[in-house]
């Protein structure tokens, strides 16, 4: 940061999927913009099970050596030992080859990135920047906070608190070819679940689960080990990271700042998916700032409506289902299987939940 300018047309705090994506277009438009990351260098591990929806080329391309291994069906393990297979086109990615291509054509189009350096407050159009050597001020006309589930820029907007999932995760060798995706729900791993996502030879597995007074994830992550008979010393690159899970937030900017991402609360709350919506945030906040930055308009009412429209529906019907499964969950498995037929993404039957039902009894 020694010879950084003060004053930039947007500065995003953080440099995940969300933050990336908004920088790089708002550098190819020609606007000047800093990225403020506080890890001091990026990519491997990466704390992500890296699968996202085919759909995700929509909003942008899916560069072909960011890719592991292309998916088109999900095994649900039900707890009741049943399986389910359901179409699900997507891509386990590299993450970290991914997000790479987009943060150099990022910087290719003029974006400077600040690692190791950690965004302590956010006012109005000012950051305070602290490195390992000092702390400065950085001034933006614009500020993103994509600086993931411990959002500092959220402070600036609202005292609201996100409800966090937690996780464990790591990579293991597999012995044979695994094609599909796959899920495993259990009594055990409350309002969560278990994956295996296949990467050619290797996969990402983890586990992530909600909250219980008195319960380790640690324990929990022990017993999924054993059902599946894998080694703990098989496990490489052991990862965990907090996964928000009460949905969009209802404020989600505030004068000249806004949210993207993890920090507003975007990731599906029943899947934990976030990176195709956070891609789809960052790209929808570049293009708002940036016709602002152009028209000499300030306000970001715009994005705050964009993103209902994006995802208001989505995430209220997750969350019903989440309501759903909170009230309902069982340590039976043949009751919980009924459960989580009602309210995986998978199973028709999610989406049949409408306001206000959230009390009926578990379907059969
Ligand atoms: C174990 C696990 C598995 C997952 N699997 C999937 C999956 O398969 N598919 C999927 O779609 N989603 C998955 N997710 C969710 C996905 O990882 C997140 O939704 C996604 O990373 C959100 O991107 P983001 O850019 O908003 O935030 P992040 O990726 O969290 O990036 C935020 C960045 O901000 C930086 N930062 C934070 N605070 C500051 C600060 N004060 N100053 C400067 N920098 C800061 C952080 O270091 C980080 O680099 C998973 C999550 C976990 C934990």
């Excluded at 399986?83 to 974006?111: C, D, M, W």
């Amino acid at each position: 940061m020694a010879n950084l300018k003060n004053k930039f047309d947007a500065a995003v705090i953080g440099a995940g999927p969300s933050g990336i994506a908004a920088a790089n277009d708002l550098a190819r438009k020609g606007f000047n913009v800093i990225i403020i990351e506080k890890r001091p260098r990026l990519g491997l591990p990466v704390r992500c099970a890296e699968f996202v929806p085919k759909q995700l080329y929509t909003y942008c391309k899916i560069p072909k050596n960011s890719i592991a291994q292309e998916i088109e069906n999900l095994e649900t393990h039900m707890p009741d030992d049943s399986i389910v297979i359901t179409k699900s086109p997507g891509y386990i990615l590299n993450r970290h080859l991914f997000e790479n291509h987009y943060l150099q054509e990022a910087l290719a189009n003029g974006a400077t990135l600040a690692l190791e350096s950690e965004v302590i407050y956010v006012n109005h159009n000012q950051l305070l920047v602290k490195t390992k050597t000092r702390t400065r001020s950085i001034e933006a006309s614009y500020i993103i906070g994509a600086d993931g589930p411990l959002s500092a820029a959220r402070k600036y907007i609202t005292s609201n608190k996100i409800q966090l999932a937690q996780s464990l995760q790591g990579v293991i060798t597999l012995k044979t070819h695994q094609a599909n995706s796959k899920v495993f729900f259990h009594p055990d791993y409350y309002m969560g679940y278990g994956w295996l996502f296949p990467k050619g030879a290797t996969a990402n597995l983890g586990l992530g689960v909600s909250y219980r007074p008195g319960i380790s994830i640690n324990d929990i992550w022990s017993k999924f080990l054993e059902r599946l008979k894998i080694d703990n010393a098989s496990l490489k690159s052991l990862t965990g990271g907090l996964i928000p899970v009460s949905g969009l937030m209802k404020n989600i900017a505030k004068n000249n700042v806004l949210l993207v991402g993890d920090a507003a609360g975007i990731t599906h709350p029943i899947t934990g998916a976030g990176i195709a919506n956070g891609i789809i945030s960052g790209v929808t906040a570049a293009a708002i700032i940036s016709k602002n930055l152009q028209r000499g308009r300030r306000g970001l009412e715009e994005y705050e409506q964009e993103i209902q429209t994006l995802f208001g529906k989505s995430h209220a019907l997750a969350l019903m289902n989440r309501k759903y499964q909170e009230e309902h969950w069982n340590s039976n498995p043949e009751l919980l299987t009924r459960v989580i037929k009602n309210t995986w993404i998978a199973f028709s039957s999610y989406s049949h939940r409408k306001r206000g039902e959230v009390k009926c009894k578990v379907a059969d």
